[in-house]
């Protein structure tokens, strides 16, 4: 496998869908812990198919299938027991989650797009917050820097971020 297939690589694009495709699966498994084992079962199908995804399309799309498959699979075993969809709710269910992964893969490019705008000090203060997890305490502790100042630049830097997605969307027409 080619660097692109990494481990590392894999978690990311996961960890990045992970809330969207939890959400797709309850729509239709309404039982927390049997939609926990979807998602499970969804990721690891995913993790030993990672080679078949194609590069440069929606990790999210891919998934939201595979759950699709999962999902469809699960209720056909479940029998009577479990709570099944008609063939045009499930159509309807489908393209609705679709048209919204498409808004939040829009939304993602845009802030990705957006980031990159930022003056390297914000863009390492947001990386540090987010990407390696810091709360703005411990923050301010290692930047020696106090708490209130680093709430108020991080609140700057969100309505700077906030209002670039808002304006690309806008000229896409997303809006």
């Given at each position: 496998?080619g660097?692109?297939y990494?481990?590392?690589?894999?978690?990311?694009?996961?960890y990045?869908?992970q809330?969207r495709?939890?959400?797709?699966?309850?729509?239709?498994i309404?039982?927390?812990?049997d939609?926990?084992?979807?998602?499970?079962?969804t990721?690891?199908?995913m993790?030993?198919?990672?080679?078949?995804?194609?590069?440069?399309?929606?990790?999210?799309?891919?998934?939201?299938?595979?759950?699709?498959?999962?999902?469809?699979?699960?209720?056909?075993?479940?029998?009577?027991?479990?709570?099944?969809?008609?063939?045009?709710?499930?159509e309807?269910?489908d393209?609705?989650?679709?048209a919204?992964?498409?808004?939040?893969?829009?939304r993602?490019?845009?802030?990705?797009?957006?980031?990159t705008?930022l003056?390297?000090?914000?863009?390492?203060?947001?990386?540090?917050?987010?990407?390696?997890?810091?709360?703005?305490?411990?923050?301010?502790?290692?930047?020696?820097?106090?708490?209130?100042?680093?709430?108020?630049?991080?609140?700057?830097?969100?309505?700077?971020?906030?209002?670039?997605?808002?304006?690309?969307?806008?000229?896409?027409?997303?809006?």
């Amino acid at each position: 496998m080619g660097d692109y297939y990494s481990r590392d690589n894999f978690m990311r694009l996961f960890y990045t869908n992970q809330r969207r495709l939890f959400a797709y699966i309850l729509m239709f498994i309404p039982n927390r812990l049997d939609a926990e084992d979807l998602l499970q079962e969804t990721a690891t199908w995913m993790w030993e198919n990672f080679d078949k995804y194609t590069p440069d399309t929606s990790f999210g799309a891919w998934g939201v299938t595979v759950a699709r498959y999962k999902i469809m699979n699960f209720t056909r075993n479940a029998g009577n027991k479990r709570l099944k969809f008609r063939e045009d709710v499930v159509e309807l269910i489908d393209a609705r989650s679709q048209a919204e992964l498409d808004r939040t893969d829009s939304r993602a490019t845009a802030l990705e797009n957006c980031l990159t705008r930022l003056p390297e000090r914000d863009r390492w203060l947001i990386h540090l917050r987010y990407e390696k997890g810091l709360t703005v305490q411990k923050l301010s502790s290692s930047l020696d820097r106090p708490v209130r100042g680093l709430y108020k630049t991080m609140a700057r830097i969100h309505k700077q971020l906030n209002n670039c997605i808002r304006q690309t969307l806008s000229l896409e027409g997303e809006i």
